[in-house]
T-cell receptor
Framework: QQQVKQSPQSLIVQKGGISIINCAYE??????FPWYQQFPGKGPALLIA?????SEKKEGRFTISFNKSAKQFSLHIMDSQPGDSATYFC????????????FGKGTLLTVNP | DAGITQSPRHKVTETGTPVTLRCHQT?????MYWYRQDPGHGLRLIHY???????DKGEVSDGYSVSRSKTEDFLLTLESATSSQTSVYFC??????????????FGPGTRLLVL
């Protein structure tokens, strides 16, 4: 089973703090690692993504750190805001002709005002 | 939601009845996917399609079938609904022809309750 293990399951952070969500994968053939953000009652939406030849990618307050040798990657949300409260999913993409994503189980982030 | 609609958005049905969920896209994307989302399990792939009449199983395909007769429509059928199929179902699309094509775009979801 190609798994992506995500932690923690839930996270509570104060406004202005740093939120960190971690993922570990097993399949070394994954060629793309996206993070999705999901608000209640909505479908997941792509937040930020990274390829394995890059160790870090930053977009505004969101940063992915990628450690290929450890097969781990993490999402850092700087200056967390109440509007960031959502469920976050990491995923690994299987390339070739399948174009499939394997998702972590999700992290419910709550940012208190 | 990237030109993706799902219907119905909510459905209540009884055990043993067949149910069909529809995903419709206006993006002309090649790949379409059906996922189910359950607490503690995240998003799990049921079936996917890589072209008209070309489909394959995902990790939780038992009890489900799919059909894709047109590029824009991908149907998910629960042949005989069971309470374990109570879930939120999401359709997603992706386009293999563009850079960054690994990105999947999700629809708004269908909430299904099987009594």
């Amino acid at each position: 089973q190609q798994q992506v293990k995500q932690s923690p399951q839930s996270l509570i952070v104060q406004k202005g703090g740093i939120s960190i969500i971690n993922c570990a994968y097993e399949n070394t053939a994954f060629d793309y690692f996206p993070w999705y953000q999901q608000f209640p009652g909505k479908g997941p939406a792509l937040l930020i993504a990274i390829r394995p030849d890059v160790s870090e990618k930053k977009e505004g307050r969101f940063t992915i750190s990628f450690n290929k040798s450890a097969k781990q990657f993490s999402l850092h949300i700087m200056d967390s805001q109440p509007g960031d409260s959502a469920t976050y999913f990491c995923a690994g993409h299987s390339g070739g002709s399948n174009y499939k994503l394997t998702f972590g189980k999700g992290t419910l982030l709550t940012v208190n005002p | 939601d990237a030109g993706i609609t799902q219907s119905p958005r909510h459905k209540v049905t009884e055990t043993g009845t067949p149910v069909t969920l529809r995903c419709h896209q206006t993006e002309n994307h090649r790949y379409m996917y059906w996922y189910r989302q359950d607490p503690g399990h995240g998003l799990r792939l049921i079936h996917y399609s890589y072209g008209v009449k070309d489909t394959d199983k995902g990790e939780v395909s038992d009890g489900y079938s799919v059909s894709r007769s047109k590029t824009e429509d991908f149907l998910l059928t629960l042949e005989s609904a069971t309470s374990s199929q109570t879930s939120v179902y999401f359709c997603a699309i992706s386009d293999s022809r563009t850079s960054g094509s690994e990105t999947q775009y999700f629809g708004p979801g269908t909430r299904l309750l099987v009594l």
